[in-house]
Each structure stands twice: as structure tokens, then as C-alpha cells.
């Protein structure tokens, strides 16, 4: 239980920890993912070089690790430029979807069999998704791209998610975690180098806590705590991760949130949105129980 709270505290506020770290008199947008994911990098090293070398990936393996890492350094960069232009709640809601984008993508590919259930909660929640956009491109077009900046990251990480599922095999939690690090670090290094690498000098005291947090809790404690979680408890229990983050999220931003206000219109999207999650939970939640009762009888 322990555990489970503090990756729900952990991921439920970093993204109001984003805002703080990239805000008024913060750090650079992408110099400020980079940094996070250097020292991520960095703190990780050693749980990863600690591991035996037939935990590492097989030469068929690294490029789909590497491939992952980038594509995760892509959906970074889209939440932090996104989070230049939503509030963080917002952003979780829409990140939330990540599991029933997946289940879309997974029925495309016809990778792994996904019931009808998690299909519909799927199309509820892109109602809802769409709810939210319309009613931001009515409050400020800046606002809308900052909504599909969220979406475009949400497809990224949904796509290097199956990447690693299906070509992560045999490799050690903290091993595939730290070359996925590492290498989201170096692209995202590489993109703030092309603009000067920019960082305040002396560092702001609230963004520097920020990014310290991020890096720190975000990307080493809470990854750590989820792969210890994950071989404890049942993948059913992990999936209600995605419902619970939004909700601190937005719990978060009505206690500290004071650039941009969501509206009426804003919030019934967001109650959309989380509500077809909690479809596809409840679907997920059903039927592992008529397996089980088909088992016992």
C-alpha cells in the first residue's frame, strides 16, 4: 500500500512540478527535460551497472532500446512545451488516456487481444479528449496546441511502450530503465545544445527545487517503486494508476494553479474523459472476476 501511494503522490504532482520548474523565471523548456533526465541518468547508473551481464540486451535488442529512448525523448519535449500552455491537471487527464490509446493501437497491430470493454471506454474517453480541445481552442489557440502537444506525447509514449513490451524481453527493470534514461538524456542534451544550452545563473531557488524533485522522486524513486510494485501486486491493481494521477493532478492545480483557469466546459471534458477510463477499469475489473469464478467452478 506504501508503495502504491507514493507512486500516485510522486506521478500525481509531478506535472504541477513541471509547470513550477519551466514558469516565470524558470529553466528553459527542453533545457530543463534535459537536465531532469541527465541527473536521472546519472542517479540510475549505478542500480544498472550493478546488474549481470546476461541482464543486459541481446545486440537484436539494443536498437529497439535506443529507438524507445528517443521517441521518449520526444514525448518529453511535447509535455514540457506542452505544459508551457495547459496547467498540469489538464495534462494528466489527457496523459491518462495513454492506456486506452494503447488499446486502440493494440487492436490495430492485433499485438495482444483487447476486449470490447476497454474499446469502448476508448471511444468515450476521445470524446472527452475532444471536449477538452474545443473548449480550449475557444479560450486561446495557444492553449489548444498545448492540448495536442499532451496527445502527440501520449501516442510517443504509447508507441515506445509496445516497443519495450515486445522487444524488452530478458532485460533487468533498471537496466532497460537507465538506457532508456540515458538515451532520452542525450537527445534531449543535444536539442538544448542547438539553442546554447541556456540555464539561469545563480539557479532560481522554486525551479531548481522543481528539477531536483522531477529528477530525483519523479524519474528515480517512483520508477524504482513501480518495478518493485509491479512484481508484487496484479497488473489490474498498476492499471488504476491512470485514473487515480489525474485526480491529484487536478486536486494539485485548484490548490496552486493560478496562470490558467479551466472552465465549465473544460471540467464536463475532463469527467468524460476519466470516465471512460473508469469503463474500461470496470471491464477489466468484471471480467477477471467471471474468469476466476469459471476456474473455481
Known sequence: ???YLVCAFVWGTTWRGIRVCIGEGGYPTISAAALRFLLAAI????LALRQPKTKWPKP??????VAAGVLDAVGYALVYLGEERVPGGLAAVLFGTQP????????????????????????????????????????SSQQA?????????????????????????????FVSTWIFIAVTAICLCAVAATRGFPIPWPPPLEPTLALIYLAVFGS???????????????????????FVLPIIALVVDALFETEV?????????????????????????????MRMSAVQV
Request: aromatic content about 8%; glycine content about 8%.
Open 220 to 242: 528515480v524513486v517512483a520508477f524504482a517503486t513501480y518495478f518493485w510494485l509491479l512484481s508484487q501486486v496484479s497488473l489490474m491493481t498498476m492499471s488504476t494508476l491512470s
Open 145 to 173: 496546441i498545448g492540448v495536442a502537444l499532451i496527445l502527440g506525447s501520449v501516442v510517443a509514449s504509447t508507441t515506445y511502450t509496445m516497443m519495450m513490451k515486445r522487444h524488452g524481453d530478458g532485460v533487468h527493470a
Open 43 to 46: 542517479l540510475l547508473a549505478p
Open 60 to 65: 537484436a535488442q539494443w536498437p529497439w532500446l
Open 261 to 289: 483557469r479551466l472552465n465549465a466546459r473544460a471540467y464536463a471534458g475532463i469527467g468524460v474523459t476519466l470516465s471512460g477510463l473508469a469503463v474500461s477499469l470496470l471491464w477489466k475489473s468484471v471480467a477477471t472476476r
Open 1 to 3: 500500500m506504501l508503495a
Open 100 to 139: 486506452l490509446i494503447l488499446a486502440m493501437l493494440l487492436t490495430a497491430t492485433r499485438m495482444e487481444v483487447v476486449r470490447w470493454g476497454e474499446l469502448v471506454g476508448a471511444l468515450v474517453s476521445i470524446v472527452g479528449v475532444g471536449v477538452i480541445f474545443a473548449d480550449r481552442l475557444d479560450v
